[in-house]
């Protein structure tokens, strides 16, 4: 037996490490998202190229007459719909008592599943495209140990997918030019640099505060507090992408956007022959947007080097190591991977904040203390400690990067396992951050202290357990630059106001890229 999996694999051969790949024989058992089960008998590791499973699964796509994806988002939405309507019958109360972060049921209804009959590792499959499920930080570690980063790359059918959106930026590149934009980038985001750019954290935020108050004073104390921080954050990233003076800045904010909305209307399809044609309209459009911005992002450079602006453009320019059209795909990259990501972080902090009024004055106790009647101190925030706590404790139960991925770009063995070049890779961080087994029976309760003793781990019991940021070589960039803005941020933002939950908030954590509120955040916001 080789692993339980979704995909159970079966080696009934000699199966001697050092006889591989060749003369393992290998039962291969499929289970559709539709249930169905079906057994294949092949002669090769590489299972997932042997003929017989291939037609198996076409016919599986032509059979269910809808691609496995849409059939498992189906299912999320009907999870979603059981838990509106369950709210619904409750007369709309949305008491926080209601609202249980359990959540990977919800998030992720088929793994859940899938997880109870095969384990925290097993192969399941998208379209066409096979892909091997962790939810398992032991095999994550034995993935990363001991095999150069190099040895994995990002899954080629996501690449294909999200290219207008990342291009060949940090998030997408691989091999020796990942090392060479890793190396470029990674001092851009050094605290002296972030220090630099600190400031210009505090309008966008000072303004949104403002709008809040004028419309708290028009009588309407009820705000969908998660658009507008998406919005902040957004402005944030383009300010400090592009400095300070960039009158374009918003312009291509709102390009980026447009292009989002459009490749999510049906990058969900992924893996399915074809789709790329079925879904060509959408592509033209998003390869047109793609190329506005690249127009105005290069006009934009051209400006950033003229004026010598201080800004992470202004960085990555520096010495040529990254070319024109490499700083702009990273220019996509930041805006993609850094606003929407930390805008979650701070909408589902209010939430849990709403819903534990006493962490609420805690941390603004403890913002008085730090900074006293003063302003907001870059070299004072390692102080705010509580703040860092409930940072993690909120990254933990509503991580915005829900789940992580590979592909080998080589034959890897892990664990005893071969896993064959061109495997997919899905590592599901919602499952490890809420599995008891981890973090104990109180698992999917909202308890900041956790990161009191064990500050790193939160007292899990596995050091790759927790991992909001990724893990191995390909950890986040931008972890200083989250922890500073979300510490000035969620200060200005305490110091002025309190929160609580809204009767009209539904709680439906979904995903879309990205874990978020499906029906946004709407909060009772009120002046101190
Ligand atoms: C709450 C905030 C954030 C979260 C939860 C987050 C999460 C992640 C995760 C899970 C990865 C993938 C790691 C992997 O594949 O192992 C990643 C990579 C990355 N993130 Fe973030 N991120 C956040 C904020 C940011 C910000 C603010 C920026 C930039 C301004 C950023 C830029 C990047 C880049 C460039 C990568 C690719 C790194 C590489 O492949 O070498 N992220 N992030």
Redesign the pocket.
Known sequence: MIRDSGVVIAATGNQKAHTYPETLKVQVRVETCCGAVKVFNVENTHWWNAKEIRSGVSHRILTCGAPTEALIDGQMQNAKMKIASKKKNTNDDSSSSLISHDIHSTVFPYFSRWQKSHGKVFIYWLGTEPFLYVAEPEFLKKMSSKVQGKRWGKPNVFKHDRKPMFGSG??MVEGDD?VRH?HVITPAFSPPNMKAMASLMVEPATKMLRRWTTVINSGKPKIDVERDITTMAGEI?ARASFGLSCENGSEVFQKLKAMQITLFNHNRYVGVPFSRWIFQKKNMEAKKLGEEIDQVLLSIMEDVEKKKNKCLVGYLMEGERLNGREVVDECK??FF??HE??AL?LTWTLLLLAMHPHWQNQLRDEITQVFGDGEIHFSKLAHLNKMGWVMKEV?RLY???PN?QRQAREDIKVDGVIIPKGTNIWIDTVAMHHDPALWGDDVNEFRPERFKDDQVYGGCKHEVGFM?????G?????RN??LMEYKVVLSLMLNSFSFSLSPTYRHSPSILLSLRPTYGLPLIVQPL
């Open positions: 940090l998030v990942w890793r990233i990259t930041f991977g850094g990501t930390t972080l990254l991580s915005p990067a992580a909001p940021f990724g893990f191995g390909r950890m986040c960039v931008g630059w989250t």
